[in-house]
């Protein structure tokens, strides 16, 4: 009896794998620019699945729960790069794009973007770009922020609106060049 519960334990968790597997691979790949990192992040959701699996934790909404893990995961890796605010409060963008080791013309491409954001970044009032480097590259929740702060959750929304509409604007002639070849 416990082989035939284990057996269909796997067959569902194999179902689960194979219908996921590439709508999570597409989250995690929007917020996590290296393919092998992304891969790493992927392999460590479904080691937590397996793992609730064997441990019979109850699972309300399955692919809820799947991509609230991979966001947890890509802040673990980002906090794990020590992605944070130096000294000047300059955003240290260097984790966040490819290897320059693919030649010439990816050096040139990676250097354009890191001059390019850093410079949209300092743009930024910097009440928007805190609240927008603790929200997205963190992972704090607004309510956290909140609590830290003092500012209200709508303040902070707001912010953080104003911060993605400017970055939008300002990068999105590079976007533009970067898809169009």
Same mark, same amino acid.
């Given at each position: 009896?416990?082989?035939?519960?284990?057996?269909?334990?796997?067959?569902?968790?194999?179902d689960? +794998?194979? &219908?996921?597997?590439?709508?999570? =691979?597409?989250?995690? *790949?929007?917020?996590v620019? @290296?393919l092998? %990192?992304?891969e !790493?992040?992927?392999?460590?959701?479904?080691?937590?699945l397996?793992?609730?699996?064997?441990?019979l934790?109850?699972?309300d909404?399955?692919?809820?729960?799947?991509?609230r +893990?991979? &966001?947890?995961r890509?802040?673990? =890796?980002f906090?794990? *790069?020590?992605i944070?605010? @130096?000294?000047? %409060?300059v955003? !240290?963008?260097e984790?966040?794009?490819?290897?320059?080791?693919?030649?010439?013309?990816?050096?040139?491409?990676?250097g354009?973007?890191?001059?390019?954001l850093?410079?949209?970044?300092?743009?930024?009032?910097?009440?928007?770009?805190d609240?927008?480097v603790?929200?997205e590259?963190?992972?704090r929740?607004?309510?956290?922020?909140?609590?830290?702060?003092?500012?209200?959750?709508n303040?902070?929304?707001s912010r953080?609106r104003?911060a993605?509409?400017?970055?939008?604007?300002?990068?999105?002639h590079?976007?533009?060049?970067?898809?169009?070849?």
């Amino acid at each position: 009896m416990w082989m035939m519960n284990a057996m269909a334990q796997n067959d569902r968790i194999t179902d689960v +794998v194979s &219908r996921e597997q590439s709508r999570l =691979l597409q989250f995690i *790949r929007r917020r996590v620019p @290296d393919l092998r %990192d992304a891969e !790493d992040v992927l392999q460590d959701v479904f080691y937590k699945l397996v793992e609730a699996n064997r441990f019979l934790m109850p699972i309300d909404h399955l692919t809820g729960w799947l991509f609230r +893990v991979a &966001r947890n995961r890509i802040t673990d =890796l980002f906090r794990k *790069r020590s992605i944070e605010l @130096d000294d000047d %409060d300059v955003l !240290d963008l260097e984790a966040l794009l490819p290897s320059s080791d693919a030649g010439p013309e990816a050096s040139y491409v990676r250097g354009l973007l890191l001059e390019e954001l850093r410079a949209a970044f300092d743009e930024l009032p910097k009440e928007q770009r805190d609240v927008f480097v603790a929200h997205e590259l963190e992972g704090r929740s607004f309510k956290e922020i909140a609590v830290e702060t003092g500012v209200g959750v709508n303040t902070l929304l707001s912010r953080k609106r104003y911060a993605v509409l400017h970055l939008r604007k300002r990068l999105q002639h590079i976007y533009d060049e970067i898809t169009n070849e």
